[in-house]
Nanobody, 115 residues
C-alpha cells in the first residue's frame, strides 16, 4: 500500500511563494505519473498539476504560469512550486497518482493565502 505524506503548506500573503513536497513510499515511484490536487472548504477535490514518467507537466488553467510541478525519482518526492499565490489558492493540497487515483489519500497540507 502506497503511503503519501504532504508537507510545506502554511499561511502566506497574496503574491507570496510556497513549495510543497509529497513523499511517496513505493518502490515503483518511477513508473507512476503523479499529480497534485486541492480541496477548498465546501468544494470537491480538484486536479492542480500532473507530471508524467518522462516529466511532462500538465496544469489546471487556474494555476498555469504560477505553479510548477516536478519530481525527484531518487528521493521519491513530488514537488509543487507555487508562486504569486492568490486567496483562491487556499485549500488543502494532496498528491496522488494520475490520471487514476490509486493510493490512499494522505493527510494533505493546508495552504492559506490571506492578507
Amino acid at each position: 500500500q502506497v503511503q503519501l505524506a504532504e508537507s510545506g503548506g502554511g499561511l502566506v500573503q497574496p503574491g507570496a511563494s510556497l513549495r510543497l513536497s509529497c513523499a511517496a513510499s513505493t518502490s515503483a515511484f518511477t513508473f507512476y505519473t503523479w499529480a497534485w490536487y486541492r480541496q477548498a472548504p465546501g468544494s470537491q477535490r480538484d486536479f492542480v498539476a500532473g507530471i508524467t514518467i518522462d516529466t511532462r507537466p500538465t496544469y489546471a488553467d487556474s494555476v498555469k504560469g504560477r505553479f510548477t510541478i516536478s519530481r525527484d525519482n531518487t528521493k521519491n518526492i513530488i514537488y509543487l512550486q507555487m508562486n504569486d499565490l492568490k486567496p483562491d489558492d487556499t485549500a488543502v493540497y494532496y498528491c496522488n497518482t494520475w490520471p487514476t487515483v490509486t493510493a490512499s489519500w494522505g493527510q494533505g497540507t493546508q495552504v492559506t493565502v490571506s492578507s
